[in-house]
């Protein structure tokens, strides 16, 4: 079945970096599109990052352009997000989504406090 897991959340305070991971198994990774999505508390989900099955095009959140990195490794399976210059607005659950299901993560957990 089509699993996520995402993995390398926590906690950091403003102006650090952290870099998610998400990896897929259950489809076939390499055909599909893969996207980050945050959910912060009495929020609605929005959309981080997306990148295409063949690594470009990219697309990035307005709030996130400049300081956030998605990248994909196909021959792991994996889809990455480096967080940078990290601001308490970024404080939320992010979501790993894909596949073919339109599957989702478990979620991770990241704040930013100081």
């Known amino acids: 079945q089509v699993q996520l897991v995402e993995s390398g959340g926590g906690v950091v305070q403003p102006g650090g970096s952290l870099r998610l991971s998400c990896r897929a198994s259950g489809f076939t990774f390499t055909n599909n599109v893969m996207s980050w999505f945050r959910q912060a508390p009495g929020k609605e989900r929005e959309l981080v990052a997306s990148?295409?099955?063949?690594?470009?095009?990219?697309t990035y959140g307005d709030s996130v352009k400049g300081r956030f990195t998605i990248s994909r490794d196909n021959s792991k399976n994996t889809v990455y997000l480096q967080m940078n210059r990290l601001k308490p607005e970024d404080t939320a659950v992010y979501y790993c989504?894909?596949?073919?299901?339109?599957?989702w993560g478990q979620g991770i957990q990241v704040t930013v406090f100081s």
């Open positions: 990148v295409s099955h063949l690594k470009v095009p990219t």
């Open positions: 989504n894909g596949g073919p299901l339109n599957s």
